[in-house]
């Protein structure tokens, strides 16, 4: 009889304590950040938000940024850094 050697390949999960930003209660007097990653529509969708948002509260402004698709950390590119200095929140589109 022939024996079979099954391997498992799992490991350990790295477990990463992240702090997470305060929940923001209200938009009124907030400055909104828009980053689009160039994917197909995704540029209407935030559009449209960036409409539905100024007509619903009194924002102090709103920010916007592009980048090709982010691969690496967000507040690696500069146009993260940009936004994570200049807006209170900021609505990314990632998808179709």
Same mark, same amino acid.
């Given at each position: 009889?022939?024996?079979? /050697?099954? @391997? ?5 999960? %790295?477990? =990463?304590?992240?702090l997470v930003n305060p929940h923001v209660q209200d ?19 935030? /559009?449209? @938000? ?5 007509? %619903?509260? =009194?924002?102090a402004g709103t920010e916007w940024a592009q980048v ?29």
């Open positions: 009889m022939a024996t079979i /050697e099954v @391997l498992v390949p799992t490991a350990e999960p %790295k477990v =990463k304590k992240i938009l009124n007097g907030k400055v909104i950040g828009f980053l689009w990653n160039e994917k197909p529509n995704g540029n209407f969708l935030l /559009e449209r @938000l960036r409409e539905l948002l100024q007509q %619903k509260y =009194k924002l090709a698709g982010f691969h690496v950390g967000l507040k690696e590119t500069s146009e993260g850094k940009n936004l994570a200095s200049s807006a209170d929140i900021v609505i990314i589109a990632i998808c179709d």
